[in-house]
Nanobody, 124 residues
Framework: QVQLVESGGGLVQAGGSLRVSCAAS????????MAWFRQAPGKEREFVAA????????YNADSVKGRFTISRDNSKNMVYLQMNSLKPEDTAVYYC?????????????????WGQGTQVTVSS
């Protein structure tokens, strides 16, 4: 199993940008499909964005299309989520997720490893 550690969360004003990062351990990272989820207070954890093992294909939730971009660097065992045009409703704990599978992670049941999460707060 791959171990995941997120970083880069913080407080940002609405309309601003933030990049969160996920460091993965393990020599087989490049074979893992990766994703970001988020969980706001009192709400269920929801899918945000996914990327395939090679990084050449991405899938986003409708709520973040055109604003968020997921990327990965297999040489560094890193996954990123660039968040632009942030809105107060983007406030949540953001979780990195991994699965050793072909294709995209799209649901919680697809996930085999979770990070501990990083808080993103967007002020209005």
């Amino acid at each position: 199993q791959v171990q995941l550690v997120e970083s880069g969360g913080g407080l940002v004003q609405a309309g601003g940008s933030l990049r969160v990062s996920c460091a993965a351990s393990g020599r087989t990272f490049s074979s893992y499909s990766m994703a970001w989820f988020r969980q706001a207070p009192g709400k269920e954890r929801e899918f945000v964005a996914a990327i395939n093992w090679s990084g050449d294909s991405r899938y986003n939730a409708d709520s973040v299309k055109g604003r968020f971009t997921i990327s990965r660097d297999n040489s560094k065992n890193m996954v990123y989520l660039q968040m632009n045009s942030l809105k107060p409703e983007d406030t949540a704990v953001y979780y990195c997720a991994a699965a050793n599978k072909f294709g995209f992670i799209k649901t919680i049941s697809d996930v085999r490893s979770w990070g501990q999460g990083t808080q993103v707060t967007v002020s209005s």
